[in-house]
């Protein structure tokens, strides 16, 4: 693309020859001739006058050292833009159609422009929007409902009954609708004794699920992924969880059974909130951290088990302290053990 065409795209403002050919993106210090980086952080300011890219995307005030330039209010945004123009679409370059390896039930509903690759199997009754992509190898089990303009990629399990929304995009290797881990002691003999799971899951519109991220099915009633959602790969999600609107949760991070998630919670990688709890919208939960007990809206919890992320840096800073605390406290124990034998022989003394 010519720069003056990324620049119309990003709506900014075109400092230098506009007719350059921009033929990929990079970072400002793997950038080559012919590619369009960018710079959000002062710290990279100084790489500006090195860099070999033909084209850089900068903030208000920040100057390009005589290189071509689009200045713009939020350089990262931007180049996040113009990621988007050169990525690879999986979509439009894949063929369309259905695959003549592809298995088909019975009474299945296709929209317009659905794509079925090889090996595929859809079950009885399925239903699939139009302009889904289904990559080689899935499987969508009977009576499944798939909205319109998703995309699953290969290897996908999509176990019966359950509901995906548009524009969901689900990665290789990922299960929906596996049984919830639900099981009771069996009174004859006390082995555990499976409860059956009967309930589905809900998948809404605009939700994005990792590669090999399990969403388990409900006892009774549904698991629910609300829109917006984004599930990193690894990711475990418990029967009967709802997971609120437009949430970040990292790679293996797990949230139990029952479970209720708020809107725009955010929870870093290999963090987990145990059963029957309630974290507030708007909460952040940071690495390796697990909630064990409900935590009110706006929260930013860390540790385990996860309190107040600065009462938690607090108690970390004590324990880094303790070697020297114990070290100290032998000295103190000595000089009083000298002192008090010295005490003693002032006693003895007639």
Same mark, same amino acid.
């Given at each position: ?9 990003? $709506? ?23 590619? =369009? ?6 710290? *990279? ?13 900068? /903030? ?9 330039? =689009?200045? &713009? $209010?939020?350089? *990262?945004?931007? +180049? &996040?833009?113009?990621?988007?123009? +050169? ?6 370059? !894949? ?15 296709? /929209? ?9 199997? =859809? ?12 990559? #080689? ?15 699953? *990629?290969?290897? %996908? ?18 299960? =929906?609708?596996? @049984?919830?881990?639900? +099981?009771? #002691? ?16 809900? &998948?809404? $519109? ?28 690894? %990711? ?5 969880? &709802? ?25 870093? /990688?290999?963090? /987990? ?12 939960? *940071?690495?390796?951290?697990?909630? !064990?007990? @409900?935590?009110? #809206? ?5 540790? +385990? ?46």
């Amino acid at each position: 693309m010519k720069l003056k065409d990324i620049c119309d795209h990003l $709506d900014g403002e075109l400092s230098g020859d506009g007719e350059i050919e921009i033929t990929g993106v990079s970072g400002i210090k793997e950038a080559v001739p012919s590619q =369009i980086t960018f710079v959000a952080n002062s710290k *990279y300011l100084g790489a500006i006058a090195t860099t070999q890219a033909s084209a850089i995307i900068i /903030g208000r005030g920040v100057s390009g050292n005589g290189k071509p330039t =689009i200045c &713009v $209010d939020n350089p *990262y945004w931007a +180049f &996040v833009k113009v990621l988007e123009l +050169f990525a690879w679409d999986t979509g439009k370059q !894949t063929q369309s159609g259905i695959h003549a390896t592809a298995i088909i039930g019975e009474n299945v509903t296709l /929209g317009e422009g659905v794509t079925i690759q090889a090996h595929s199997v =859809i079950g009885d009754n399925v239903e699939i929007g139009n302009d889904t992509v289904i990559m #080689p190898l899935v499987y969508i089990g009977s009576d499944s409902k798939i909205g319109c303009d998703g995309l699953i *990629y290969s290897h %996908v399990s999509i176990r019966e009954n359950v509901t995906i929304g548009d524009r969901v995009i689900i990665h290789c290797g990922a299960v =929906i609708g596996s @049984d919830g881990f639900g +099981f009771t #002691p069996d009174p004859t003999n006390h082995s555990p004794y499976k409860i059956p799971q009967i309930g589905t899951v809900v &998948v809404e $519109d605009d939700v994005e699920i990792g590669a090999n991220t399990t969403i388990d099915r409900a006892t009774l009633s549904e698991t629910l992924i609300k829109s917006g959602t984004k599930l990193d790969n690894l %990711v475990q999600i418990a029967h009967n969880v &709802v997971v609120g609107k437009d949430c970040c949760l990292a790679a293996q991070s797990g949230i139990a059974g029952s479970a209720i998630l708020g809107d725009r919670v955010n929870i870093a /990688g290999q963090s /987990g909130v145990i059963g029957h709890l309630t974290l507030g919208e708007n909460s952040v939960l *940071y690495a390796k951290s697990a909630v !064990t007990k @409900d935590m009110p #809206p706006g929260s930013q919890l860390s540790g +385990f088990p996860a309190r107040p992320h600065k009462q938690e840096l607090r108690l970390q800073a004590s324990i880094r302290k303790l070697p020297e605390l114990l070290q100290d406290y032998t000295q103190l124990q000595k000089r009083v053990e000298e002192l008090e034998a010295k005490l003693q022989e002032l006693e003895d003394q007639p």
